[in-house]
């Protein structure tokens, strides 16, 4: 139907619209940016300095490397919407897009972020870390690929929901940790099985709950985003 297609694509273009305006924002002020590098180098650091020579399991060290990227997102993510409320920008925004366009464009920005801390993240810890050797390529890639998504749909949605609060600083890794807990027991797991050598079959069990996580946050969060959105 022609009046289908030409909703989704004002759809797609009020996704697109808020996904670059936080983009361009981003790029002037640097803000998210420059807290998840800071925060990755310093404790890619401190868990370097703590280790020293000594040898660690695969499994700690594929713990390590998750809570990196976890308190690292926190201190980044947690801005999506408390910029809008600062600014002023808010009842801006929720007159000009609908409520599941503003969710699914901050949702692709914060997405960006954390592949992007994601990227780094990896990069310093396999050149840091002498002990964490990746032999199955192919899990890792999943589970960090599935991991981001999952990051960002949760980041995305307790950042709508603290946006208002006055604690909102220590607020979110609060809401964030219980929430994000399954995930994060999920893709440790995962990047044991990479950095022991499993097959990819071995990993079949924990690309399906980090599917299934990813699609009851992402469904559940757009259904109720126009309430927290207008609220």
């Known amino acids: 139907m022609p009046g289908d297609s030409t909703r989704m694509s004002s759809y797609a273009r009020s996704v697109m619209s808020v996904f670059l305006k936080d983009w361009r924002s981003e790029l002037r002020t640097r803000y998210a940016m420059n807290a998840l590098l800071m ?3 310093t ?3 401190i868990v370097l300095f703590s280790l020293g020579s000594e040898g660690a399991p695969s499994d700690a060290l594929s713990g ?3 809570t990196v990227i976890f308190f690292s997102a926190m201190s980044g993510l947690s801005r999506t919407f408390v910029m809008e409320e600062e600014r002023g ?3 801006t925004l ?3 897009a609908p409520p599941s366009a503003v969710f699914f464009g901050k949702l692709l920005f914060n997405l960006v972020l954390v592949l992007g801390l994601n990227a780094v993240t990896i990069l310093l810890y396999l050149a840091l870390i002498t002990g964490f050797v990746i032999q199955t390529l192919s899990i890792f890639l999943v589970a960090v690929l599935l ?8 980041a995305t ?3 709508a929901i603290i946006a208002r609060a006055n604690t909102r600083g220590t607020l979110y890794p609060v809401l964030s940790f219980p929430v994000l807990l399954p995930l994060l027991l999920t893709v440790i797991n995962a990047t044991r099985l990479a950095s022991e ?3 990819f079959q071995e990993a079949y069990g924990e690309f399906q709950i980090l599917i299934s996580y990813i699609v009851v946050v992402v469904v559940v969060s757009s259904m109720l985003f126009e309430y927290i959105w207008k609220d």
């Open 39 to 41: 925060f990755v180098v």
């Open 43 to 45: 404790t890619i650091a």
């Open 64 to 66: 390590m490397l998750w």
């Open 89 to 91: 920008t808010t009842f």
């Open 94 to 96: 929720q007159l000009l």
């Open 147 to 154: 991991g981001s998504l999952g990051f960002a749909a949760a």
């Open 157 to 159: 949605v307790i950042a």
């Open 197 to 199: 050598g499993a097959y």
